[in-house]
């Protein structure tokens, strides 16, 4: 069966700190890894996608890594703002002769206090 | 460019009655998929539409339908509303058929059924 998940499932961190987020998965085949950034009451805002063949991408003070061997994907923020609370969601995406199935993770609710 | 807009961002109905959800995607994206999220069970998969046909389905009960139309704007309907059908409804649009395209999702709507 398919699943991601994330831990932690909530985390508070003090502003200026940094922090990371964790996805595992069993999906498959894989054909690419997702992190969205979720604002309360908004739409989610892709951060990175991934694709097999990489192992860092990088969106301004947001890191993702990928490790396709371990199936773990890690999403580092870097100096934190206030603006950084909001739920990320990790999402797999397979593919199997051009359709396209997402598994969504319950997302890790980050909380950034000053 | 406009994103992805859906109507109406906030609903009231009541048990038993049937509701019509839009999405309008972004200009020239044909792909467009909804989701249902829960406080419970996060971001569920219900439909993908591309070019006017249903691509992909989630595990969602018949009263759960979809359509899209020439000019690629989405509806979603649900008849026979359950109390369980309260969630935040998402529509995502992208450019091509699948891939690693980036999907870009609209505020949803806010249903509650009382």
């Known amino acids: 069966k398919n699943q991601v998940e994330q831990s932690p499932q909530s985390l508070i961190i003090l502003e200026g700190k940094n922090c990371t987020l964790q996805c595992n998965y069993t999906v498959s085949p894989f054909s690419n890894l997702r992190w969205y950034k979720q604002d309360t009451g908004r739409g989610p805002v892709s951060l990175t996608i991934?694709?097999?063949?990489?192992n860092t991408k990088s969106n301004g003070r947001y890191t993702a890594t990928l490790d396709a061997d371990t199936k773990q994907s890690s999403l580092h923020i870097t100096a934190s703002q206030l603006s950084d609370s909001a739920s990320y969601i990790c999402?797999?995406?397979?593919?199997?002769?051009?359709?396209?199935?997402?598994?969504f993770g319950t997302g890790t609710r980050l909380t950034i206090i000053p | 460019k406009a994103g992805v807009t859906q109507t109406p961002r906030y609903l009231i109905k009541t048990r038993g009655q049937q509701v019509t959800l839009s999405c309008s995607p972004i200009?020239?994206?044909?792909?467009v998929s909804w989701y249902q999220q829960t406080p419970g069970q996060g971001l569920q998969f219900l439909f993908e539409y591309f070019s006017e046909t249903q691509r992909n389905k989630g595990n969602f009960p018949g009263r759960f339908s979809g359509r899209q139309f020439s000019n690629s704007r989405s509806e979603m309907n649900v008849s026979t509303l359950e109390l369980g059908d309260s969630a935040l409804y998402l529509c995502a649009s992208s450019f091509l058929d699948g891939g690693n395209t980036e999907a870009f999702f609209g505020q949803g709507t806010r249903l509650t059924v009382v």
């Open positions: 200009s020239g994206h044909r792909s």
């Open positions: 999402v797999v995406v397979s593919a199997n002769f051009g359709n396209e199935k997402l598994t």
């Open positions: 991934m694709t097999f063949s990489e």
